[in-house]
């Protein structure tokens, strides 16, 4: 089955550590998506990537980072840097021109 | 940069009731309008989208209209089930814009038997 997969489903940090949450996609899409969602705020952009080897910030990149060297494949690293790292982080992909976003089933990021 | 509100927050219908769910845009350079139903614990899915050039889009029991003068769109769900009930959220895509969604914020439907 073609679709988007995000692991772990459930992840912890220690204070002061960093953690990569994984994203893998074989629909053959260019574009990648990073959100995070918080209760009652919706979807906020982390970052994203309209082909490998390029990515851009999006509204909330502080404490963030990501690579894109392999078109199926979007990792996010949440740096000791993110203050408030605790949320549901969801992984998205398109093709470009005004085409559905297809969503993974996210992973919940929590603070020891 | 886009904006866009969804309202209500939270919305309790009737089984077979009719629901609907109201965004504004601010940018009228928005051409691109998707919905999502997320379940608990899941990501968004795509339930329906319509594009600018399209006044109304309506799949079975669900449907969306586009006013782009008032620069608002909603989201139609007719004879509502049990199995509707999820968050629903509304997103904009700017045109030149990258690909990016802004969305808003949320609606919590419920439908009570």
């Known amino acids: 089955d073609g679709g988007i997969t995000q692991s772990p489903k459930y992840l912890f940090r220690k204070e002061g550590q960093n953690v990569t949450l994984s994203c893998e996609q074989n629909l053959n899409h260019d574009a990648m998506y990073w959100y995070r969602q918080d209760p009652g705020q919706g979807l906020r952009l982390i970052y994203y990537?309209?082909?490998?080897?390029?990515?851009q910030k999006g509204d909330i990149a502080e404490g963030y980072s990501v690579s894109r060297e392999k078109k199926e494949s979007f990792p996010l690293t949440v740096t000791s840097a993110q203050k408030n790292p605790t949320a549901f982080y969801l992984c998205a992909s398109s093709m470009p021109g005004n085409q559905p976003q297809h969503f993974g089933d996210g992973t919940r990021l929590s603070i020891l | 940069g886009e904006n866009v509100e969804q309202h209500p927050s939270t919305l309790s219908v009737q089984e077979g009731d009719s629901a609907v769910i109201k965004c504004t845009y601010s940018?009228?350079?928005?051409?691109?309008f998707p919905w999502y139903k997320q379940e608990l614990g899941k990501g968004p899915q795509l339930i329906i989208d319509i594009r600018s050039n399209v006044g109304e889009k309506k799949d079975q029991r669900i449907a969306v209209t586009l006013n782009k003068t008032a620069k608002h769109f909603s989201l139609h769900i007719t004879e509502t089930q049990p199995e509707d009930s999820a968050v629903y959220f509304c997103?904009?895509?700017?045109?030149?814009?990258?690909?990016?969604?802004?969305f808003g914020t949320g609606t919590q439907l419920k439908v009570e038997l």
């Open positions: 990537s309209q082909i490998v080897n390029d990515f």
């Open positions: 940018d009228s350079a928005s051409n691109y």
């Open positions: 997103a904009a895509e700017v045109t030149g814009g990258g690909n990016k969604l802004t």
